[in-house]
């Protein structure tokens, strides 16, 4: 049965760095576009990052650009949000997706097949 898991978040202060990992079970990481969401309470799913399954090419979110960074490690099964100078946006729950159909980059949370459970990553001081 494929899997999602995501961990890593917790408490932190605005401009603090923090790195999500979402670790995968039942399926390979490595062939398949992986995406992290970040959804605000009453508001929906907006991805962040991307890395696609075809050559590992990245997105990132213009609200992010220059301060996070998505990678794999194929090896843990693992793909990562490193996430550095983190502003005061609100509560917030971080999700990552698995998009088994696509070869490059995905950003509609639509069409996503798997997600983990989520992570919050609430920047306060």
Known sequence: QAQLAESGGGLVQPGGSLRLSCAGSGFTLEYNTIGWFRQA?????????????SDSTTYYADSVKGRFTISRDNAKNTVYLQMKILKPEGPAVY???????????????DEYKYWGQGTQVPVSS
Not at 41 to 53: D, F, L, Y
Not at 95 to 109: D, H, W
Request: glycine share 10%; hydrophobic share 45%.
């Open 41 to 53: 309470p009453g508001k929906e799913r907006e991805v962040v990052a991307c890395i696609s399954s």
């Open 95 to 109: 999700f990552c997706g698995a998009n088994i159909e696509a070869m490059g980059i995905s950003l509609l949370s």
